[in-house]
């Protein structure tokens, strides 16, 4: 089995595996995304998350251009 690569958050926790003190705030503070790939280890399906919070990219929270 391929060794995967671990991608971190913005609070450098290990993206979809780690619990994020940073990443749970962010997910209800309104911010821009920053969109990245992540295989978690539980299935070897692409995943499209927000660095900064974790959640989809389409999610609600995130902002187009600055914060209101």
């Known amino acids: 089995m391929a060794d995967r690569v671990r991608v971190l958050c913005a609070h450098d926790y290990v993206l979809m595996q780690d619990s994020c003190p940073g990443c749970d705030h962010e997910a209800e503070t309104p ?3 920053d969109p990245v790939r992540v295989v978690p280890a539980w299935t070897s399906t692409p995943h499209t998350r ?3 919070c974790s959640l ?3 999610d609600r929270i995130h902002t187009k251009g600055s914060t209101r």
């Open 50 to 52: 927000c660095r900064r």
């Open 56 to 58: 989809r990219p389409s």
């Open 31 to 33: 911010h821009q995304v």
